[in-house]
Nanobody, 117 residues
Framework: QVQLVESGGGLVQPGGSLRLSCAAS????????MGWYRQVPGKQRELVAR???????NYADSVKGRFTISRDNAENTVYLQMNSLEPEDTADYYC???????????WGQGTQVTVSS
C-alpha cells in the first residue's frame, strides 16, 4: 500500500519559515520524481517545486529564491523548506510522486499552510 504523508504545515506570520515533510512508503522512493503542489479553493492545483530521481530541481517562479526542495532517499522523505513566506503562499500543500516509466503517480492528503499576521 502506497502512502505519502505530509507534515509540517501550520500558521506562520509573513516573513516566517516552515519546513514541510513528506514521508513515503510502499514505493521505490529513489526511483520517483517527487514534487510539492499547492491549491487554494476555487483554483487549480499548481506545481511549487519538483526534484527528480536524479536530483534535478525546478521551481515555480513565484517561489524561486524563497523555497528549497530536497530529498533524503535513505529516509524516503522529501522536504520543502519555505522561507520569507507571504500571504499569497497560503494554500493546501500536496506531496506528489511520479514514476513516468511505470505510469505511476501518487498523491498525499495535503497539509495546510496559512500565512497571516
Amino acid at each position: 500500500q502506497v502512502q505519502l504523508v505530509e507534515s509540517g504545515g501550520g500558521l506562520v506570520q509573513p516573513g516566517g519559515s516552515l519546513r514541510l515533510s513528506c514521508a513515503a512508503s510502499g514505493i521505490a522512493f529513489s526511483m520517483y520524481d517527487m514534487g510539492w503542489y499547492r491549491q487554494v479553493p476555487g483554483k487549480q492545483r499548481e506545481l511549487v517545486a519538483r526534484i527528480t530521481s536524479g536530483r534535478i530541481r525546478n521551481y515555480a517562479d513565484s517561489v524561486k529564491g524563497r523555497f528549497t526542495i530536497s530529498r533524503d532517499n535513505a529516509e524516503n522523505t522529501v522536504y520543502l523548506q519555505m522561507n520569507s513566506l507571504e500571504p499569497e503562499d497560503t494554500a493546501d500543500y500536496y506531496c506528489n510522486a511520479v514514476r513516468t516509466s511505470f505510469g505511476a503517480e501518487y498523491w498525499g492528503q495535503g497539509t495546510q499552510v496559512t500565512v497571516s499576521s
